[in-house]
Every structure is written in C-alpha cells, then in structure tokens.
C-alpha cells in the first residue's frame, strides 16, 4: 500500500538557522498530490502546501518544497526558521481514488529556540 | 474557510461503554474522513464517507462504526470501548475534485 516516510522524531534548531525536513513515499499510482500539513500545539492540521508537479517549486508562508518522482521525495524547507515554526509537521499522499483522503507520515515535531 | 466542529471536545468513557463522535461541516463537502492521532502513529485513517449513507472503512476500522446520516454530519461510534481507543480523534472534509483535508478541532477521548 501506500506509504510515507519522514524525519524521525524531534527536529531542534535555534531561531534564524535554515529548516530541512524530509519526506519521501511510495505509491502504485503516477499522479500523486503532496502536502504539508502544519500542526501547533492544541490546534488541528491545516494544510502548509501541496503540489502535483513534478520539479516544481511550491512555496507558502516562507516554506518551500519540490516534488521529484523521480525519487519520491518531497522534503520541506525554509531558509531562516522562527520561533512560530515550533510545530508539529505531516508529510502526506493522495491515495488512489482522491476521495479516499490521505496517507500520512509519522510527522515530525519541530522545536525552534531563541 | 471550511469549518468542520467535533463535538465532545472532551469526553471519558469506561471500558465497555458506548462513546459516540460527532462531526458537522457546513462547507458542502461530499467526503468526510475519521482519523485518529497517537503520538508514534500519526494521523490514521479509521472510516470515510462518500455523502450522505454511505460508509466505508480505512485503515484501522476494527472497533469503530460509522454513520453519515447527512451530506453535514458524520457520526464515529465506538460500541464498545477499550482503553486502546484512547487517542485524539479527528474529523475532516473534503471536496470531490479537490484533495485537500480540512479538518475539525479534535476530540480528545480517554477510557478508563
């Protein structure tokens, strides 16, 4: 079946240093769309950014990722990161009939300090 | 903006008991989608709905129902509750042509 593979665990960083998250996935199906959901603390997911183009830069609120099927990654960045970036972030895949919503990643928690 | 509410928010439930979940969304969405969120899991998909009378199982369906009584309302039942069911619980929508999930404010269910 479909899957989702993202940095493990807990990523820290100190406050203007550059955020990289990965984000590779598997799937039987050609077209897939990939998101970013964002998730603060005691809020639900909201959706960061997607894509369905291949090699085409995706960029929302200071991040940016590009979709390659070449490797199946999808890896999430941002330059400089801020405080208001702590948050805990999804990787996910459209399965394959759309409205059988999405598969998700692990996640992975991002601690930004001063 | 899409607006989807759950409703508990909060609920403890004992083992054995019947717990139910409510979802409304007023954005006319035709799917809505149960996940629940376990830290080490993820967002797991438990049950969807095409529209209204229609369910279908996700990816862990075991131990949960689901009822869609109308294109607004999604309903998550737990028949019988165990302590494993303990998680936060969330309800999303989505448009046909569209693939983007929006989702509700959680519901937070503890059995003891």
């Known amino acids: 079946g479909d899957s989702v593979t993202q940095t493990e665990g807990l990523v820290t960083l100190t406050e203007g240093l550059p955020v990289m998250l990965n984000c590779t996935y598997q799937?039987?199906?050609?077209?897939?769309?990939l998101f970013w959901y964002v998730q603060h603390l005691n809020e639900s997911p909201r959706l960061l950014l997607k894509?369905?183009?291949?090699?085409k830069r995706t960029e929302h609120q200071g991040f940016h990722a590009t979709l390659h099927k070449s490797s199946s990654s999808f890896h999430l960045q941002k330059s400089s990161a801020q405080l208001s970036d702590s948050a805990l972030y999804y990787c996910?895949?459209?399965?394959?009939?759309?409205?059988?919503?999405?598969?998700f990643g692990l996640g992975t928690r991002v601690s930004v300090f001063p | 903006e899409a607006a989807v509410t759950q409703s508990p928010r909060n609920k403890v439930a004992v083992t054995g008991g019947k717990v139910t979940l409510s979802c409304n969304q007023t954005?006319?969405?035709?799917?809505m989608y149960w996940y629940r969120q376990d830290t080490g899991h993820g967002l797991r998909l438990i049950h969807y709905?095409?529209?209204?009378?229609?369910?279908e199982k996700g990816d862990i369906p075991d131990g949960y129902k689901a009822s869609r009584p109308s294109q607004e309302n999604f309903s998550l039942i737990l028949e019988l509750a165990t302590p494993s069911q303990t998680s936060v619980y969330f309800c999303?929508?989505?448009?046909?042509?569209?693939?983007?999930?929006?989702f509700g404010e959680g519901s937070r269910l503890i059995v003891v």
């Open positions: 709905s095409y529209g209204a009378g229609s369910t």
């Open positions: 954005n006319n969405h035709n799917n």
């Open positions: 894509s369905f183009t291949d090699n």
């Open positions: 999303a929508s989505g448009a046909i042509s569209g693939n983007t999930l929006y």
């Open positions: 799937t039987i199906y050609s077209n897939p769309f």
């Open positions: 996910a895949l459209t399965r394959n009939n759309y409205a059988q919503g999405l598969t």
